[in-house]
């Protein structure tokens, strides 16, 4: 098992733009505190989504457009590096109408009605994601 350890003295909330891209919001939000590692959770409400699955046996992503609006059950993910920018892996959970849920992967695409974001900043090692070829994802990697 791969393990990294890091110190953190600051937390954040940020209310993010209604109308914006939900992962590029959050990624505004961790570059502009100049935060290169971190941790984040956020609640909310968007106006449509757009989510991909990881197929394991075919090694790539579906696509799911969720035209409708939907509760942020939960939103949560991490800050690395990937290509020498920060790297924002999230994956959301959607609250429908009826009650039922979807969710996966986020991707750019969802559009925000309302959110909060509640943001760790790790102080630490730079953690790069590198192509791993057991897995088809670009892992952690020191
Ligand atoms: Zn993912």
Not at 20 to 47: H, P, R, T
Not at 78 to 106: E, Q, R, Y
Request: with cysteine; charged share 25%; hydrophobic share 45%.
């Amino acid at each position: 098992m791969n393990q990294w350890f890091y110190k953190t003295d600051k937390t954040f909330l940020a209310r993010l733009p209604h109308d914006g891209d939900l992962l590029l919001s959050i990624k505004d939000v961790f570059k502009e505190n100049a935060v290169q590692m971190g941790f984040f959770v956020a609640i909310g409400a968007v106006k449509t989504a757009h989510v991909a699955f990881y197929d394991q046996g075919a090694k790539t992503y579906t696509d799911l457009i969720i035209d409708e609006p939907a509760e942020i059950l939960s939103c949560t993910g991490n800050v690395s590096w990937v290509d020498g920018d920060i790297s924002i892996h999230a994956h959301i959970t959607l609250g429908l109408k009826d009650g039922t849920a979807k969710g996966g992967h986020l991707l750019e695409g969802t559009v925000i009605f309302a959110s909060e974001l509640f943001g760790i900043a790790l102080d630490g090692q730079r953690l790069e994601r590198r192509f791993d070829d057991v897995t088809g994802l670009k892992l952690w990697s020191s």
